[in-house]
C-alpha cells in the first residue's frame, strides 16, 4: 500500500527542484550514505522497468546512483568549506568507529510527493543510530535537512516524477508486492560528492552523478 499519502497528494516533479540540481553544477552536494552493491541492482532494474511499463515520462535513477542516504552535508564551496573536509572525514569515521555492522532488508515500494521508494524493513533503527550519530558529530558542518531526526525514513529511491498526473502509477504501486527476498549486508558508509544536474544529461553522465570522496569501515559485528 501506498504509505503516509494518497493519490490526492501534491505531486512535485524535478522542475520544482531545478534550481537545487543546477546549483550542483558549481557545488556539487555532499552526502554521506549507504551504496547499494551492483548484485542487488538487477532486481531493482526489473521493477523500474515495470513502472515505465506504465508511464514512460517519469525518470529512473541508473543503478548506479541506488543508495540509501544517511546525512545530507551540503555544497562544497557553498554551504561546506573545502578547508573543513579533514574535520568532516574525522567527523564521519568517528560514526563509522561507533557502529557496528549490520543487515538491511528491503520491503514494499512507497511513494513520497517527488519520488517512489523502495522502504527498509529490517535495519531501520540502526541507519537511524547511524544517521543521528552523524547529525551530532558533524554539527554545524552540515546543513540542517528537511526531513531528518529520529523519526527519518530510510528508502531508495527508484523513480522521480516528472510531470503531476501520475495516478496510474500510484494505483500500480498499490497492488505490487514486497520485497521480501532483497537484502544487503552493510559494512561501510561513504562519503560522496554528488552531481544531482547529471541525472538529467547523457546515459554516461547519469552512470556519474555520485563520486566517492572516502568510505569508512564500521566495526565487525559481534
Not at 524535478?14 to 558549481?26: A, H, I, P, Q, V
Not at 506504465?54 to 551540503?74: A, T, V
Not at 544517521?131 to 546543513?143: K, N, T, Y
Amino acid at each position: 500500500m501506498v504509505s503516509d499519502l494518497d493519490s490526492k497528494m501534491d505531486i512535485l516533479i524535478n522542475d520544482d527542484n531545478r534550481e537545487f540540481y543546477e546549483n550542483s553544477r558549481k557545488f556539487p552536494y555532499l552526502c554521506v550514505l549507504l551504496k547499494i552493491p551492483e548484485e542487488q541492482w538487477r532486481p531493482l532494474v526489473t521493477i523500474q522497468d515495470e513502472l515505465l511499463r506504465i508511464d514512460r515520462r517519469q525518470m529512473n535513477c541508473p543503478p548506479s546512483y541506488f543508495h540509501i542516504s544517511l546525512k545530507e552535508i551540503g555544497g562544497l564551496g557553498s554551504y561546506v568549506n573545502k578547508n573543513d573536509l579533514p574535520k568532516i572525514k574525522i567527523a564521519i569515521e568517528k560514526v563509522a568507529d561507533m557502529n557496528a555492522g549490520f543487515r538491511v532488508d528491503f520491503g514494499e515500494l512507497k511513494i513520497f510527493p517527488s519520488v517512489i521508494y523502495l522502504s527498509v524493513r529490517d535495519g531501520v533503527n540502526a541507519i537511524r543510530k547511524i544517521h543521528l550519530d552523524l547529525i551530532r558529530e558533524l554539527g554545524a558542518f552540515a546543513v540542517k535537512g528537511p526531513f531528518e531526526g529520529p523519526d527519518m525514513i530510510p528508502h531508495l529511491t527508484l523513480l522521480l516524477f516528472k510531470t503531476r498526473d501520475v495516478e496510474p502509477l500510484l494505483r500500480h504501486v498499490q497492488r505490487m508486492k514486497p520485497l521480501e527476498e532483497l537484502s544487503m549486508s552493510v559494512g561501510e558508509i561513504t562519503l560522496v560528492r554528488s552531481h544531482s544536474y547529471r541525472l538529467f544529461g547523457s546515459n554516461e553522465e547519469r552512470n556519474i552523478v555520485n563520486e566517492e570522496m572516502a568510505s569508512f569501515r564500521l566495526r565487525d559485528r559481534n
